[in-house]
């Protein structure tokens, strides 16, 4: 088990900086998932929490100790990728034990860490087999195997489940969980799907091009996102933006006016607020409703497109010139809606997310319970 402590972490190909001040404390023992697009850095700030990557600029610590030149093999870290790179030649069992045969075990040692792996994984009877003969999830359980045989102080898991199906990718998402509850080692874990990140981790960190948007419990950044990316990110299907200008700063919130001479009162802190000031207002689509009671004369008018049924919810898709990106409403499973209805989308005040120009949250008033016990906690 151990703390990762990362101070003012840079790297750069070249000329080329692809990383920036990251800062960044893991404690001990803790899930964290780094979520974001392709490309905006996750495989690279892993890599380098490896030593495969050298760090251009920063500390990174283990458990309080520098560790930026220590080799890859003396961090304690055990890194498994996406692909699963077996040895097709060798038995489970051997490619297991492979690593530890190399560091020198003994055989007993091997023996014991190899069939300890084996059990927590459930393919202790597959142990004679070779990679060929399993299925997919079965050898990313093989690949899982043998970074627990080197008992690491932390595991570092790249996209482990990318190459899965979906519905074997929900199973070992569940199988994750469980390890992490089984070892309660440090565990840092990487994935473009915001819904692993929001389903395993104790602590999302949020990157795109190569910045942390935001760290915060799975709950923290659902509920008070700092910015409009991470606003966008987390959650399916994604939060409505609406734009419009503030009309006035209230006691009880902002009141928004969208383009068309609609407005919206939205509960948040007016904090540096102006009047004719751009700003995006943010609905998720469980809170945006047709014809919302709760809205009463806030709301914007848009013209319905479409109706997705999922059996337990419906999704009612609208078009309107001040949401570029259409309008989302999670509807109740049986209400139709036939194209090209004209309804009016809002929703209560204290539902509402509001952006600044530059894309900064405002403080939201509603502070409930678990923003109380989460929106610092990480
Ligand atoms: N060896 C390299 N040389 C130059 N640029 C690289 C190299 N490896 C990665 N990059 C760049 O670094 C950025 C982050 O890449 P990566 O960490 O692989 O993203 P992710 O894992 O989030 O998809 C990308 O813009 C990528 O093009
Ligand atoms: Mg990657």
């Given at each position: 088990m151990a703390s990762l402590t990362l101070r003012n972490i840079s790297k750069r190909y070249e000329e080329t900086e692809v990383m920036r001040n990251i800062n960044l404390d893991i404690n001990d023992g803790e899930f964290v998932v780094f979520v974001g697009p392709s490309g905006c850095?996750?495989?690279?700030?892993?890599r380098m929490i490896a030593g495969l990557e050298d760090i251009s600029g920063g500390d990174l610590m283990i458990d309080n100790a520098r560790v930026n030149e220590l080799a890859p093999a003396k961090r304690g870290i055990a890194m498994v990728f996406q692909s699963y790179a077996l040895y097709p030649h060798m038995t489970l069992y051997d490619n297991m034990a492979f690593g530890l045969k190399l560091a020198g075990e003994k055989k007993p040692a091997i023996d014991a860490a190899v069939k300890n792996a084996a059990k927590i994984l459930h393919i202790d009877?597959?142990?004679?087999r070779k990679p060929k003969a399993l299925s997919g999830g079965q050898r990313q359980r093989v690949a899982i195997g043998r970074a627990i045989t080197r008992k690491p102080k932390v595991f570092?898991?790249?996209?482990?489940?990318s190459n899965l199906d979906a519905a074997l990718r929900v199973k070992m998402r569940l199988e994750f969980a469980?390890?992490?509850?089984?070892?309660?080692t440090t565990m840092i874990y990487v994935t473009h799907d915001q819904v692993e990140a929001m389903t395993l981790a104790d602590k999302i960190?949020?990157?795109s091009a190569g910045n942390i948007e935001q760290v915060g419990t799975p709950n923290a950044l659902y509920h008070a996102p700092a910015n409009r990316f991470v606003a966008g990110f987390i959650g399916s299907p994604k939060m409505n933006f609406l734009?419009?200008?503030?009309?006035a700063v209230q006691s009880n919130g902002v009141l928004v006016k969208y383009a068309t001479g609609e407005t919206q009162l939205v509960g948040v802190l007016s904090g540096n607020a102006?009047?004719?000031?751009?700003?995006?207002?943010?609905i998720r689509p469980e809170h945006l409703q047709p014809n919302s009671a709760e809205a009463g004369d806030y709301g914007v008018s848009a013209s319905t497109m479409t109706v997705e049924t999922l059996g337990d919810a419906a999704y009612l898709y609208a078009e309107t010139d001040i949401a570029p990106d259409g309008l989302i409403?999670?509807?109740?499973?049986l209400e139709k809606h036939p194209r090209g209805q004209q309804l009016k989308f809002g929703t209560a005040p204290d539902h509402c997310h509001l952006f600044n120009a530059e894309g900064q949250a405002y403080t939201r008033n509603v502070v409930d319970s678990w923003q109380r016990e989460h929106a610092t906690a990480a």
């Open positions: 850095g996750k495989s690279t700030l892993m009877h597959l142990l004679d570092l898991f790249d996209e482990p489940l469980r390890l992490h509850d089984d070892l309660k960190v949020v990157l734009s419009g200008t503030i009309a102006k009047v004719g000031d751009a700003v995006t207002v943010g409403a999670r509807i109740p499973p």
